[in-house]
Nanobody
Framework: QWQLVESGGGLVQPGGSLRLSCAAS????????IGWFRQAPGKEREGVSC????????TYVDSVKGRFTISRDDAKNTVFLQMNNLRPDDTAVYYC????????????????WGQGTQVTVSS
């Protein structure tokens, strides 16, 4: 069964850091772009970051630029999201999702989704 599993969420104080992991099982990530999305209570889901299948191109939403870094380790079949200098408005459930080869602004192109991991930034 093809599956994406997120981990690494938790409670952190403002200014702190977390590293999220997105691990694939049942398939290899080599041919897939991986996007990170988040959904805060009462808000629509938004794209946060994405890395294409080659790892050569990464994109970020403006609100996380300079604070978040996406990376992939295909040998581990895992994509990471390093989140530094976290703020309360980063609080959300974070999801990873797979699209074929290239990142996209359209969520419909992402056809494998994880179950999400909660990130809470609070003092």
């Amino acid at each position: 069964q093809w599956q994406l599993v997120e981990s690494g969420g938790g409670l952190v104080q403002p200014g702190g850091s977390l590293r999220l992991s997105c691990a694939a099982s049942g398939f290899t990530l080599d041919y897939y772009a991986i996007g990170w999305f988040r959904q805060a209570p009462g808000k629509e889901r938004e794209g946060v970051s994405c890395v294409d299948s080659s790892g050569s191109r990464a994109t970020y939403v403006d609100s996380v630029k300079g604070r978040f870094t996406i990376s992939r380790d295909d040998a581990k079949n895992t994509v990471f999201l390093q989140m530094n200098n976290l703020r309360p408005d980063d609080t959300a459930v974070y999801y990873c999702a797979a699209a074929q080869r290239y990142c996209s602004d359209y969520e419909t192109r992402y056809y494998y989704w994880g179950q999400g991991t909660q990130v809470t930034v609070s003092s």
